[in-house]
């Protein structure tokens, strides 16, 4: 079982930065693939990014490639997401999710252990 926990988010202006955390209980942290998934009001769940449990393969949706930045630490048992120049379309609850190696890393559906989520609001 593992529990994860988001915190970071808040309300920026567009063009700003934030970093999102999301800390996971347990002692096999390093070999879940991290996952950062978000929703907006009235839409599904979109894919953010990935990162591999080494912490050497990262994925990112089109969407953010460039702007946003996933890692991990695995003696600290958390997940990063360092997210710049941010626009008001980036405004969703974000979740982060854990998974094992199967499965692709954009489903959301395959990922097993999902956190709270955090708001992001961008103002523009």
């Known amino acids: 079982q593992v529990q994860l926990v988001e915190s970071g988010g808040g309300l920026v202006e567009a063009g700003g930065s934030l970093r999102l955390s999301c800390a996971a209980s347990g002692r096999t942290f390093s070999m879940y693939v991290m996952g950062w998934f978000r929703q907006a009001p009235g839409k599904e769940r979109e894919f953010v990014a990935a990162?591999?449990?080494?912490?050497?393969?990262?994925y990112y949706a089109d969407s953010v490639k460039g702007r946003f930045t996933i890692s991990r630490d695995n003696a600290k048992n958390t997940v990063y997401l360092q997210m710049n120049s941010l626009k008001p379309e980036d405004t969703a609850v974000y979740y982060c999710a854990a998974k094992g190696l199967l499965g692709s890393y954009y489903v959301g559906s395959v990922y097993d252990y999902w956190g709270q989520g955090t708001q992001v609001t961008v103002s523009s």
């Open positions: 990162i591999r449990g080494s912490g050497s393969t990262t």
